[in-house]
């Protein structure tokens, strides 16, 4: 069974950062798409970032282009995202998903399979 634990999560001041991080592991050895959403308080989750089982496709919101930067290490099964000046509307509960079916990294949650139990950021102002 495949298991996504996410971590870096915490608190941070504006202009800030933080690397989150995503391993993954339970499944067959080969990579997969894999993205970076979040849930704030309230609010419906969103997409924050993609990436492509060879990482040679990104994506990203609008709202954290230029300022986070999604990268994988498939030697460790590992996605990280780093994000850097923060804002407090950054706050939220960052997942970490895979999709198993697809190939090219979707902003679209529900064509993700697995997903981690989240990591809390708070950003201060």
């Known amino acids: 069974q495949v298991q996504l634990v996410e971590s870096g999560g915490g608190l941070v001041q504006a202009g800030g950062s933080l690397r989150l991080s995503c391993a993954a592991s339970?499944?067959?050895?080969?990579?997969?798409?894999m993205a970076w959403f979040r849930q704030a308080p309230g609010k419906e989750r969103e997409f924050v970032s993609a990436?492509?089982?060879?990482?040679?496709?990104?994506s990203y919101a609008d709202s954290v282009k230029g300022r986070f930067t999604i990268s994988r290490d498939n030697a460790k099964n590992t996605v990280y995202l780093q994000m850097n000046s923060l804002k407090p509307e950054d706050t939220a509960v960052y997942y970490c998903?895979?999709?198993?079916?697809?190939?090219?990294?979707?902003?679209?949650?529900?064509?993700?399979?697995?997903w981690g139990q989240g990591t809390r950021v708070t950003v201060s102002s």
């Open positions: 998903a895979e999709d198993r079916g697809g190939r090219v990294p979707s902003i679209r949650s529900y064509d993700y399979d697995y």
């Open positions: 339970g499944r067959p050895t080969g990579s997969y798409p």
């Open positions: 990436i492509s089982s060879n990482g040679g496709i990104l």
